[in-house]
């Protein structure tokens, strides 16, 4: 899994990792019965501790082609065998993108990214110039037409000045449909077209998240501090565990 | 009709420098085989098209293969990157490589155009992105509504490769699973190759199978184990730890030229 | 999420007057009870779609339920004419019925485009022939090549009618055998109705099945023997005689009511 | 099926009908391994009648999606639930129209209609004006892409002043691919860009075909006589039966 655990002890009976924390701050904002596009990693890790927790009817759908999969330990790849084996159906390629991602089928859709910008305009193609790339990342994959077709894009990345900048170096994909950004130190959503801070999480700061922006971040007047893990969150997730772990 | 054949057959007689070639797979099924047997048999300057490059053209990259990469998200599927891809990009070792990016639903709508003989894919997608600067895509409009849609030109290859479970003895070809874009692949290709685990005397249909007969094939070759480190479902499962472990062995030039010499050149053509 | 409903519910809470509405399956799977239910609620001035408008198409014409017919082959297959269909078109009985005529290839990509969320249905089709001066086609030119191609109308009908062998108790539905264009056809709706031959507790994975997830679906409908004098691959065969009977019975204004008076105003609804 | 037997008696040993003719004909000219997009009736008949004949490597293409479909009896519907229990492959109708048709795998394509021109373009839409028909005919269903997608189209069609007109009242399909149209009465090709009369079957003449014909019909100066259907044939076509007929 990418972005293994990190360390960070949070306050509160259990302690609890930075992962962990956006994982399940993911998590609780998915409603039951929301259709998710999932990839590997984080947002994985959030759609399946919904369906274990407050949203069992929350349907995964990976990028292969798997429909209302039902994985018992968190996938490493979007095409391991036990997506197709525990779906509804499994379609090809060409049709879910066509009918089910382009066809409006899917209500959230989770991205990462290696920059983000205060407009929530993601890249992940390369670092640098184009042609002559510092760092030539992976590209766009699903993410430009999940940006565009999904009701809400929910965005998770660890906050640092390096990711989050005043210009990205390449626009994969556009920022309009960022419904929140949950970071390892808090929680950003769009308010009057812009990024905003609107809660951080138990042992950050609002400095703390200034600190690892790179642009001037606006802070919310009404800032909260995110809930911690419950104990109960904490154990299904730990339950999840990943086949790459194994 | 497909001709059942030995893959360095195959190769062989359908693979030639310069061609436009796509091995698809997504995630299951990926033709590791082929792309090996390609690099024993010192092809050159292919462009190859591929949506998730993989391990497989990170492979075919390092060793010099490839002139033009077609694809559309180029990692290591959670591990990171690929450094034989970053090398020749970043670097230009061992040589240069042009790039083609799309996103994964405008490579899927140009295998399903080429698929349909149409000269482009129509989706709406690559909008409010640096995407359009930097690869091929048009926009139509629709004489309906007036909206602007994205247009990608058809993927055509000389030769379309893939791996499957099953083929009769007569090239017909069954796989299950996790069915990708291979139809897509075969049916856009000049030419198609398929690997198989297994050559049996009759397609039992399967639930979920997509069956390609043996007339859209040109040659099936009995590869067992061929999708390697990919899994092929219902004979074995994807070995993660490899992914893993290539993230240290294509992290370097020398180690990844020596793992190549024994793991593949080395090894005998099937 | 499907509610599974009576027919006659599913009827009266989604198909409105005036509702565009598309009753598919491809000489399989006709969904003749849902006609019926349409017939006995006396819904009027509907637009219906349909690839092949068959007998169940014939009998809401008769009936005046439709104002306008968009379809590709509106013939009795294997018998001859839809004599409601043609005495509607030819002697305007009983309403005049306006026809939007397509191939059979752009009927189905503008499912698929439909399916697809896009404005338009892209095809090689339409040139060469009288088609264009009398039906909703326009041409695009392709970015790439300047080659002209066929754009259709997406359909997206008010309501998608589907009868299927399976639902289980959930609303999610299974069909199999030739499925023809009914996924698209409930995947271009805004509202879908399936009625099926029986709800399982469980649906047992078939070759060759289209599966559709309850959350695609509006409501399902238990009628078994849903789709007769079609047929339900695994249930029951096509009732060819009865298709042969139609003739003679469509032929005539008065025979015609008076079947269906018999046989669906005063049959019970499901 | 349509045009079911006429009662021409042909000469020979074993007495024929018209459509026995017209199916055996038609079936001589696949090739085998051909496939074949075929519809119910007389074409039906020729193609199954050539896989137990000289090509029993021809394909089967319904327009249902039925690929490589074997029935042991002739269907009546091009949706009949044998197509789809002996097919290779049973695809939706989207697929078979855009990755089969149009993808350009059917090498031959049979058609029928109401009229035909000199030009073998075809009309299977209306007789009359458009808006105020005489006879509202079926319409095109997959005529219109089947005339110009595959390599050889087939037309076979009963030959009459009514059906073979100097002018058609709407075009249904293109007479570009048209390689030969079998009738009740002979054999026409294009040559030099106009159907021309190539054959003539035992029992009829070239008078015959000139006064069926609404236009002043060519006639090949080597025009031959069609040798008479073979006792095997006949008998592999009788086996054959149709669903409806029982």
């Known amino acids: 899994m990418n972005g293994a655990a990190a360390g960070v002890s949070g306050v509160g009976a259990v302690a609890w990792t930075a992962d962990e924390m956006m994982a399940v701050e993911a998590s609780r ?6 259709v998710c596009f999932v990839g590997i990693g984080l947002p994985s890790l ?11 009817e929350c349907v995964l759908v990976y990028e292969s082609g798997t429909i209302g999969a039902k994985p018992t330990m968190l996938p490493l790849s979007i095409g391991d065998g036990e997506l197709a084996e525990t779906a509804d159906a499994v379609v090809s390629v060409p049709e879910m993108f066509a009918y089910w991602l382009q066809g409006g089928r899917i209500d959230v859709g989770f991205l990462g990214a290696a920059q983000i910008d205060r407009h929530g305009n993601l890249n992940s193609t390369v670092i640098g110039d184009y042609q002559t790339p510092k760092v030539r990342l992976p590209g766009g994959g699903g993410a430009p037409e999940i940006a565009s077709s999904v009701s809400d894009v929910f965005v998770m990345l660890r906050q640092s000045p390096r990711a989050f900048v005043e210009r990205l170096d390449f626009k994969t994909s556009s920022g309009e449909r960022v419904r929140v950004v949950v970071t390892d130190l808090g929680i950003l959503e769009p308010r009057g077209g812009e990024l905003t801070l609107v809660s951080v999480h138990p042992g950050s700061t609002v400095d703390d998240a200034r600190a690892a922006t790179g642009w001037d971040l606006k802070v919310a007047p009404d800032v909260q501090e995110t809930e911690s893990p419950r104990p109960a969150e904490l154990e299904a997730l730990r339950a999840l565990g990943t086949k790459g772990r194994e | ?14 693979v030639a420098d310069e061609h436009t070639v796509a091995l698809e797979g997504f995630t299951h099924l990926i033709p590791h085989a082929a792309g090996h047997e390609l690099i024993r048999q010192g092809r050159r300057d292919l462009t ?3 949506m998730t490059p993989d391990v497989v053209y990170d492979q075919l990259i390092g060793m010099g293969c490839v002139r033009k990469l077609v694809f559309s998200w180029g990692g290591n599927p959670g591990v990171g990157s690929l450094h034989r891809l970053r090398d020749a990009v970043e670097n230009g070792w061992p040589a240069p490589l042009e790039l083609e990016e799309h996103s994964h639903a405008g490579m899927a709508a140009a295998y399903a155009a080429g698929a349909s003989n149409l000269p482009f894919g129509l989706l709406r997608g690559y909008a409010d992105t640096d995407l359009p600067a930097r690869t091929r895509v048009g926009f139509v409009t629709c004489p309906f509504t007036g909206e602007q849609l994205a247009a990608v030109p ?24 996790i069915t990708g874009v291979q139809k897509e692949t075969v049916l856009a290709s000049k030419r198609a190759i398929v690997t198989v685990e297994e050559i049996v005397d009759e397609l039992e249909p399967r639930p979920g199978a997509v069956v390609l007969p043996s007339w859209v094939i040109d040659a099936v070759a009995c590869v067992p184990g061929g999708a390697h480190p990919s899994y092929a479902h219902g004979y074995y499962e994807r070995d993660n730890d490899f992914y893993v472990a290539w993230e240290p062995i294509s992290r370097d030039r020398d180690v990844f030229t020596a793992w190549i010499r024994e793991h593949v050149l080395e090894a005998v053509s099937v």
């Open chain 2, 154 to 177: 058809a993927h055509r290859p000389d030769v379309g490769i893939i791996h499957a479970q099953q083929a009769d003895r007569h090239g017909n070809v069954q796989l299950w699973g």
């Open chain 1, 29 to 34: 904002r998915l409603r039951n019965g929301d």
């Open chain 2, 1 to 14: 009709m497909a001709e059942i054949v030995s893959l360095s057959e195959a190769v062989r007689e359908l």
């Open chain 1, 46 to 56: 959030a759609a399946n501790l919904a369906r274990r927790t407050h949203a069992p």
């Open chain 2, 48 to 50: 190859v098209i591929r």
